[in-house]
């Protein structure tokens, strides 16, 4: 029998897209085999007018164009992405403590202040209980834990320009390394204490709260981190 079979002259039982599934045409492999190139002559030969002109001519093929461009620079592609400020997450806000897991203060436990106009977290120790001065740190280098401290806001002028360093600051501090330590500022060691007393006043009203912000996180043989509720 038939596969398909004609209803009226012209008119077929199935449609050509029917056929070619009851067949199962698709399944059979299609091999385009191009013919193959020839070689276009780069030259060719001309007949040239004229008694004392030799009667033929080789010019090129393609003629050359007139106009070329000066320099081949490239332009760079117009991106239209804009730089957006991640935003907070949800386990994570004023008062909350935190694990650091990057930086030469990995392991310690922080408190954060706010987040900064650039999406990054502005944190402390505080200072005085494990030695982490106020500084800015990236949400995606800490576990947020379910300890909360109750602070009132954070000064204003604690912004992403407040750890800019001009140039000449730089190059004092690079070379100063080598030969000692770089002093800090009176300035900002003021702005730390400050902060460390607001901070230590809340911590003192938890039991223990102390000591665990003194102690570094570790992890032993058999712990698991997903595993943990912080």
Known sequence: MARNSVLVPGV??????????????????K???????????????VEVKGAKNGGKRTIPANKASRFYPAEDIRQPKKSRKSVKTAPLRGSISAGSVV???????????????????SGLLLVTGPFRVNGVPIRRVDQAYVIATSTKLELPEVDAKFNDAYFKKSKDVKEKEFLAKKESKVATSESKVADQKAVDKVILEAVAKTPF???YLAAKFSLSKGQFPHNMKF
Do not use: E, F, N, W
């Open 31 to 45: 091999y385009d085999t191009a013919p193959a190139a020839k070689d276009a002559a780069t030259d060719k030969v």
């Open 209 to 211: 709260l102390r000591q």
């Open 12 to 29: 077929s039982r199935y449609s050509r897209t029917a056929i070619y599934r009851k067949k199962g045409l698709y399944k059979i492999k």
């Open 99 to 117: 694990i650091l897991l990057a930086g030469r203060h990995r392991g310690k436990r922080v408190v954060v202040l706010k987040q900064l106009d």
